[in-house]
């Protein structure tokens, strides 16, 4: 009997550990890690949304960026299979340095090309405003025609790295979300 209550007492051990590192392998891959990406200095790889991918097209001018100066940035994502920029995108930007968020809205385009206007020297000094139009099915800023959004304030005001998430939350129609958003995290260095 002894022997019967070891071999359980193991068997219970091994199977309890078979779970949780089971646990811990099935928790590195999920379906929603496909969407998401990493970038630093390198263009993030593709996001798989079905059967589709997409890639990130992210600029900044300048592209060396100093601190209180005006940086443009425009943000699209191509569908590589057309060859052309998903229309319809709404993101949410997430600007963060030293673990200190900065700014965190939402921005949309109706023609998939957001761009963003930061004016670091315009505004108040403790706070941002935003130049633009709230969408009402979005929840988001856009553009007026032929202009930026402008993001007037201290966002890279300071030298060092910052951190910039943006999240896809909709493509191709302004009532399409996605299920789960596409994430994208990378740093950007102000001198």
Known sequence: MQVIMTKCRMSVVSFTSFL????IVVGFYSPSQEAKAQHHGAPPPAAAIGDRKLTLDMQMKPT?????????MTIAFLDEE??????????????????????SDFFHDHNGEVK????????????????????????????DPG??????GPVFNESGNYDIGLDLTTIDNDKTDLIEPVEYHFDVEVS
Not at 20 to 23: C, K, R, V, Y
Not at 64 to 72: A, K, M, R
Not at 147 to 152: A, D, L, V
């Open 116 to 143: 963003l206007m930061f004016k670091d020297k315009e505004g108040d000094s403790s706070s941002q405003t935003i130049g633009g139009n709230q969408d009402v099915l979005t929840n988001a800023w856009i553009a």
């Open 20 to 23: 949780l590192l089971g646990g």
């Open 64 to 72: 060396n960026i100093t601190q209180s100066g005006d940086v443009l």
């Open 147 to 152: 202009s930026p959004i402008t993001i007037r």
């Open 82 to 103: 057309q060859n052309a920029n998903v229309q319809h995108v709404t993101l949410r930007m997430d600007i963060s340095k030293d673990g200190k968020h900065i700014l």
